[in-house]
Structures are given as C-alpha cells and as structure tokens.
C-alpha cells in the first residue's frame, strides 16, 4: 500500500466553525507533513512531524492546531478559519534516510465562507 | 536547500522526448536533485532524484552536468496523461527534512 489517503476530499466551512482535517499512512513512514497549496501556486510547508513529534512549524497561525496521535495518522484541527485559508490542503509522508521519497495524498479542497 | 530556476512553462508533441531544464547553481556538495509533478487537481507525485549521476527509471531520466550547477528531466515518449506542473527540488541530504517547491515548469503535452 503506497497511498496517503486524506478526508474529507471537500470541506467548506464557515468562519466560526471548527472542523478537522484527517491523514493516514499505511506505509510505514515515521514522517508526516502538512502543506497548503493556493491555486496556481506551488505547495508552501506547514507542519512537520517526525516520530510522532512536531519538529517543524512554518509559523504557521495557531488557527490551524495539528495533531499526530500515531504514527499512521495526521489530523489538522481548524478553528475561527479566514476567508483566506480557502486552499488545498496537501499530507504527506516519507521514510527517513538518506534519499527519502515524500509521498503525497490528493488533498483536502478547503473553502472558507 | 539550493535556490533552482525553471522556465515558467513548455509545450511538446505527444510522443516526443520532453526535456525540462532546472538551473541549480548554488548547489552544494551534500544535497540532491529531485523532481516531482503535479497532474491538475492531485498531489505532487515523486519521479526520480539524484546526487551526482545519471539517473533512469521507469518514468523518466534525470541528467545532471558534471559541474551539479544544473540538471535536465527528460520524459522519453511524452503523452497527453505527462501535462503538469514540474517541480525541480534540491534538498540537503540531512537535516531539514521538507521539501521546498519553486515555481516549477508547466509542461503542456499538444495531441
């Protein structure tokens, strides 16, 4: 299983919700990581998490909280979102070593109303 | 990681080798040369990576100048399913773990 599978596929929110997206690897990868992807621009690096913890944060606002609760899954909690964060959101995942591949889901469309 | 640059976009002719070009200059000793592309609507796919040689493999070869200042992406037979955005991506062999996407090269493969 190569797959790094992301739900929900769409999610459209309202300012005041909260909402959670959600990754999983089957792979094995001690790796994982978020990025978000405004059209027709490349993927920027959100989050990184390594063995389980969180080894880099891109400065990224406190709206957006993630949470690595086993080293096959990769939740992005949202809260009090901005019209602005409406984007793809991409997961990923890789082995380290010396020549690690990342692995990417098909992301999460977000529209924030 | 090594800054790249790549030409914002390319046309070729289905069942012609496309040959995406990738400036590296400022690359150093310990880090490597890899390429992904991202088909429209899904996430990054990893194509081939490497360090100083010549690279082939079942999608694409990767070409890099014996100097390492740049590299070339060569899809041998390009059909219409090979039209995305290319991304050439150095990364340092330890250390920093992500990846940094540029801008990349917009490959569109003419019928």
């Known amino acids: 299983d190569t797959e790094v599978t992301q739900t929900p596929k769409h999610l459209v929110m309202g300012m005041t919700n909260k909402k959670s997206l959600k990754c999983e690897q089957h792979?094995?990868?001690?790796?994982m990581y978020w990025y978000k992807q405004k059209a027709k621009k490349p993927p920027e690096l959100m989050f990184v998490?390594?063995?389980?913890?969180?080894?880099i944060n891109e400065s990224v606002p406190s709206r957006f909280s993630p949470e690595c609760p086993n080293s096959s899954l990769l939740n992005l909690h949202l809260h009090a979102l901005q019209p602005e964060d409406s984007a793809l959101y991409l997961c990923?995942?890789?082995?380290?070593?010396?020549?690690?591949?990342?692995?990417f889901g098909s992301g999460t469309q977000l529209s924030v109303l | 990681d090594a800054k790249t640059t790549q030409p914002p976009s390319m046309d070729c002719a289905e069942g012609r080798a496309a040959n995406l070009p990738c400036n590296h200059s400022?690359?150093?000793?310990?880090?490597?040369v890899y390429w992904y592309r991202q088909i429209h609507s899904q996430g990054p796919q990893y194509i081939i990576h490497?360090?100083?040689n010549n690279e082939t493999n079942e999608m694409a070869s990767l070409i890099i100048t014996e100097d390492r200042k740049s590299s070339t992406l060569i899809l041998p037979h390009a059909t219409l399913r090979d039209t995305a955005v290319y991304y050439c991506?150095?990364?340092?062999?330890?250390?920093?773990?992500?990846?940094?996407f540029g801008s990349g090269t917009r490959l569109q493969v003419q019928p």
């Open positions: 990923a995942s890789s082995s380290p070593g010396l020549d690690e591949k990342l692995f």
């Open positions: 792979m094995g990868h001690r790796a």
């Open positions: 998490y390594s063995y389980e913890k969180l080894s």
């Open positions: 400022t690359i150093s000793g310990n880090e490597y």
């Open positions: 490497g360090l100083k």
């Open positions: 991506i150095v990364r340092v062999v330890t250390g920093r773990r992500a990846l940094t």
